[in-house]
C-alpha cells in the first residue's frame, strides 16, 4: 500500500531534550516536506526536500533541522525544543510542489511542556 | 506568500451548495485543494494548472483565474461527508516551495 509513514504519533517532552520524528514514503517521490499546522494559521511549511541530499527552508524553520540521506526518509528534528513548538506536525511527499499531489502522513502531535 | 481563503467558516444544510475562495497576492502557477477531517491528515481533491488543465475528484469543480489570481472551490448538492476543512495551496514562483491558505471549515448539518 502506498503511503508516508510517520513516527510517533504522539509525544509529550520537555523544554531543551533533543527529539526526532521520523517520516517514511514508499511512493518514490523526489518531493518531501515537514508542515506544521496551528489553529488559525492553517498548515506551514518548515522545511522541503526536492531529493537526496537537497533540502532547504519553507516558511518557518526556526528551530528545526532536517536531513535527507536516503530518498524515502525525511526525519524532522528538534534540537532543543521550547513550547512554541507544541504544534502537529505533517509529513508530506510528492514527485513535484507543483503539478503532483502531495500525500500526507497521519500526523504527529508533539507536546514540549 | 500565503493565499487567503475565504470565508473563515460556514454552515450548510444537506443538498446546499457552497463556494470557497482562495486568492493570492504573487502569481500563480497552479492551486491545490485539500480536505481534512477532524483529527486526519489533508487528502487531496484537485489541481487547477495554468493554462485550464486540472486532475483530480470527479465530483467536485473548481475554477482558477489567472489573471486575478484566485480560484474558487465549488462544492454543489452537499452532504454530510462534505463537512471538513478546505485547504487551498500555492507553490512559490521558483516552483519549490509550497504555501497553503488558512482553510475554511465547512459543516454540513441534516
Known amino acids: 500500500e502506498a503511503q508516508v509513514t510517520q513516527n510517533p504519533r504522539y509525544l509529550i517532552t520537555v523544554t531543551g531534550k533533543k527529539l526526532t520524528v521520523t517520516c517514511s514514503q514508499n511512493?518514490?517521490?523526489?518531493?518531501m516536506s515537514w508542515y506544521r499546522q496551528d489553529p488559525g494559521l492553517g498548515l506551514r511549511q518548515i522545511y522541503y526536500?526536492?531529493?537526496?541530499?537537497?533540502?532547504d527552508k519553507g516558511d518557518v524553520p526556526e528551530g528545526y533541522k532536517v536531513s535527507r540521506k536516503e530518498k524515502r526518509n525525511f526525519p524532522l528534528i528538534l534540537e532543543s525544543p521550547s513550547p512554541n513548538q507544541t504544534s502537529l506536525y505533517f509529513c508530506?511527499?510528492?514527485?513535484?510542489?507543483?503539478?503532483?499531489?502531495?500525500?500526507f502522513g497521519p500526523g504527529t502531535r508533539l507536546t514540549v511542556l | 506568500q500565503q493565499p487567503v481563503q475565504s470565508p473563515q467558516a460556514v454552515i450548510l444544510r444537506e443538498g446546499e451548495d457552497a463556494v470557497i475562495n482562495c486568492s493570492s497576492s504573487?502569481?500563480?502557477?497552479?492551486v491545490h485543494w485539500y480536505r481534512q477531517k477532524h483529527g486526519e491528515a489533508p487528502v487531496f481533491l484537485m489541481i487547477?494548472?495554468?493554462?485550464?488543465e486540472q486532475k483530480g475528484h470527479e465530483k467536485i469543480s473548481a475554477s482558477f483565474n489567472e489573471k486575478k489570481q484566485q480560484s474558487s472551490l465549488y462544492l454543489t448538492a452537499s452532504q454530510l461527508s462534505y463537512s471538513g476543512t478546505y485547504f487551498c495551496?500555492?507553490?512559490?514562483?521558483?516552483?519549490?516551495?509550497?504555501?497553503f491558505g488558512t482553510g475554511t471549515s465547512l459543516t454540513v448539518i441534516p
Open positions: 504573487k502569481a500563480l502557477y497552479s
Open positions: 508530506a511527499s510528492s514527485h513535484g510542489p507543483g503539478y503532483n499531489e502531495q500525500f
Open positions: 526536500s526536492m531529493n537526496v541530499e537537497v533540502t
Open positions: 487547477l494548472l495554468k493554462g485550464g
Open positions: 511512493m518514490n517521490h523526489e518531493y
Open positions: 495551496g500555492t507553490e512559490a514562483h521558483t516552483g519549490n516551495q509550497f504555501y
